[in-house]
């Protein structure tokens, strides 16, 4: 059985599909396009986290989607610009 820390926050980060390049396989949303809990600009993504979802318009997606150093969404180019993205971070 895993420990789980005592202590876990939540942080929550932004963004649309139009802030991302390329296509295909190579579709990648970056960290800095992000805005956080604060409203401002990220600068990255928590480097250690217990788990994170991602949410492609409000929908909660499995764990093969995408991974998180920078968001990559395979196909993700083929959404519409305008598709929110929201990534949980939970941090402890």
Sequence with gaps: MP???P???SRKFSATIGD???TGAT????ATTFIDDTGATATAF????????????VQ???ADT???TTI?????????DATPILVEIVVN
Excluded at 46 to 57: D, K, M, T
């Design 27 to 30: 579709f990648a949303i970056a």
């Design 46 to 57: 928590p480097a250690s986290f217990a788990y994170y979802v991602l949410y492609i318009n």
């Design 66 to 68: 995408a991974t998180l």
């Design 72 to 80: 990559t969404i395979p196909g993700g180019n083929v959404l519409d």
């Design 7 to 9: 202590f876990m926050a």
């Design 3 to 5: 420990i789980i820390k």
């Design 60 to 62: 909660p997606q499995t």
């Design 20 to 22: 991302g390049t390329g």
